[in-house]
């Protein structure tokens, strides 16, 4: 039930004060401090920006090109420096003359608020930094200033919940969410950072340097976990009550999830695949390797697509690895020839013909012709050539063999059939008749 009285007396409270700051000559004062103060401030920074020549006009060239883009940045903060320190001055003579500086206090205070806000839309381009900075920096520094942020932590400290020995309070949350939130952030831009430089190590070879950067992102988030919890004054011997409830998780929800993490560890030690393999799953997917993470690995096709295939799927299920251990590749073309052609003829000039591709390797073997048949039309030839790569993707070495063919045997008058049917007439038997029936009337 609402306590009017209470109100009541808060509100004349309230009045009174009011009222009071109205007729006294001291609340004058210090507003008359404050303006003298903002409005030297305003004079001083006009007259600095007009006399100086760093804050005239953004330079574009010259000596110590970047310190002096980096002065005429500042500009805007001539007006909000001079404004705290201007009302510094009016602070101490307010306490000197006046006895009392509450006001004035008040106002630097909000002055020096608007500095950190100026700055930090002045200098931070990162829409994340500056969004943590604004939303979170200043409204801390805000309460910093006013000399409330202690009676503010612990009245968020005081909101909490007990289970047994273990305190949960609205102050350790929101501690914990911007501790968590600032470790991630440079944890994954660190992570980033060490991959690279661990990737542009030559001297290692390609399985070598995918194991050491997955090693590393591991060891950075574990470390990191392990500051947030000394950040949030958690004790670490309660790890050994989370190790058991994680591997109770583990037995169960996240079984498939703790499976395709392990068997990550399992392909970059066994180095049964690597980043850059040409991959055929068992389904008949196809596509290059492009990157082996903690839960699953990405195939890259070449119509563009990503499939993400979980890297069980590499321990548990067969699959075909093109160019795990030798990029070279063996394959073969068909065409048929007609019944009337010369067939000693068609091997050596075919076999020419694929011989002159650029592509097309003579080791381990060199090109082979060889008859697999008698069809319906014609008699069915194969040749079968090595190259180096997939015919797929930017190379198309079957189109090109097939294009060798066709042009050889135009050139040596090799008639390619088509399909035919041989139709004979038979005199002397019967003719089919086709009879009408009437309906009877």
């Known amino acids: 039930m609402v306590d009017l009285a209470r109100i009541e007396a808060f509100a004349w409270d309230v009045l009174k004060t009011l009222i009071g700051w109205a007729t006294s000559p001291q609340f004058y004062a210090q507003l008359a401090a404050i303006v003298i103060a903002v409005a030297l401030a305003q004079f001083v920074a006009r007259q600095i920006r007009t006399r100086v020549p760093f804050f005239q006009k953004e330079p574009k060239k010259g000596a110590f090109l970047k310190l002096r883009q980096m002065a005429f940045a500042c500009s805007d903060l001539l007006f909000s420096v001079l404004a705290v320190f201007f009302l510094a001055v009016a602070v101490e003579f307010s306490s000197a003359v006046l006895g009392s500086d509450w006001l004035v206090r008040l106002a630097q205070s909000a002055s020096v608020v608007a500095v950190l806000y100026t700055t930090i839309n002045r200098f931070i381009s990162h829409d994340l930094i500056r969004g943590a900075a604004?939303?979170?920096?200043?409204?801390?520094?805000?309460?910093?200033?006013?000399?409330?942020?202690?009676?503010?932590?612990?009245?968020?400290?005081?909101?909490?919940?007990?289970?047994?020995?273990?305190?949960?309070?609205?102050?350790?949350?929101?501690?914990?969410?911007v501790a968590a939130g600032i470790l991630f952030w440079l944890g994954r831009v660190s992570n980033s950072a060490g991959q690279k430089v661990i990737r542009g190590q030559k001297?290692?070879?390609?399985?070598?340097?995918?194991?050491?950067?997955?090693?590393?992102?591991?060891?950075?988030?574990v470390a990191i976990f392990i500051l947030l919890l000394?950040?949030?004054?958690?004790?670490?011997?309660?790890?050994?009550?989370?190790?058991?409830?994680?591997?109770?998780?583990?037995?169960?929800?996240?079984?498939?999830?703790?499976?395709?993490?392990?068997?990550?560890?399992?392909?970059?030690?066994?180095?049964?695949?690597?980043?850059?393999?040409?991959?055929?799953?068992?389904?008949?997917?196809?596509?290059?390797?492009k990157e082996i993470n903690m839960r699953s690995s990405t195939l890259s096709t070449f119509d563009g697509k990503e499939i993400l295939v979980p890297n069980e799927t590499f321990i548990t299920a067969q699959f075909i690895n093109w160019t795990n251990d030798d990029p070279r590749q063996r394959y073969e073309v068909e065409f048929t020839?007609?019944?009337?052609?010369?067939?000693?003829?068609?091997?050596?000039?075919?076999?020419?013909?694929?011989?002159?591709?650029?592509?097309?390797?003579?080791?381990?073997?060199?090109?082979?012709?060889?008859?697999?048949?008698?069809?319906?039309?014609?008699?069915?030839?194969?040749?079968?050539?090595?190259?180096?790569?997939?015919?797929?993707?930017?190379?198309?070495f079957s189109s090109d063999i097939l294009f060798l063919v066709w042009n050889a045997l135009k050139a040596n008058k090799i008639e390619i059939p088509f399909p035919q049917r041989e139709v004979r007439i038979v005199d002397g038997k019967p003719k089919m008749q086709v009879r009408r029936k009437t309906r009877a009337s």
Do not use: M
Request: aromatic share 10%.
């Open 337 to 396: 020839v007609a019944y009337d052609t010369d067939l000693e003829k068609v091997p050596p000039v075919i076999v020419a013909a694929v011989s002159s591709h650029p592509s097309v390797l003579q080791e381990p073997e060199t090109p082979d012709c060889e008859l697999r048949g008698f069809g319906e039309s014609g008699v069915n030839f194969g040749v079968e050539f090595w190259v180096e790569g997939i015919d797929d993707g930017p190379n198309k």
């Open 134 to 177: 604004l939303w979170v920096g200043i409204p801390v520094a805000t309460l910093q200033v006013f000399g409330w942020l202690d009676e503010t932590i612990t009245f968020l400290d005081g909101i909490s919940l007990e289970a047994g020995n273990i305190r949960v309070s609205l102050y350790l949350l929101v501690k914990a969410a």
């Open 203 to 221: 001297s290692l070879d390609l399985p070598t340097r995918e194991l050491f950067a997955k090693l590393f992102e591991i060891a950075l988030f």
């Open 230 to 289: 000394q950040v949030l004054g958690l004790d670490l011997t309660a790890l050994t009550v989370f190790g058991g409830a994680l591997g109770v998780g583990i037995g169960f929800g996240l079984q498939q999830i703790a499976s395709n993490f392990i068997s990550g560890i399992i392909i970059l030690l066994e180095r049964s695949i690597k980043v850059g393999d040409f991959i055929e799953l068992d389904n008949g997917r196809t596509g290059i390797l």
